[in-house]
């Protein structure tokens, strides 16, 4: 599976939680954090998506982050 389809199908199945892109990477055992980001970012401005600075559900840290609604 692709990386935008497994960030896609991650934040599905977890909707209403944020995520960083760190802890999609690890999530995902994703190689780079780039990936991640590469895949959230577009996410971000699809509807149904949210891409802002929140608090990571994983890490606790305040960055940017991912979340399905």
Known sequence: ????????KFLNANAGVE????????QLKLKKPQQAQQAAK???TTP???RQKGKCSICGKTKTTTKKV
């Open 48 to 50: 149904g998506f949210i």
């Open 42 to 44: 577009p996410l971000g």
């Open 1 to 8: 599976m692709a990386v935008p389809d497994s960030v896609n």
């Open 19 to 26: 995520f960083c892109d760190n802890c999609i990477q690890d």
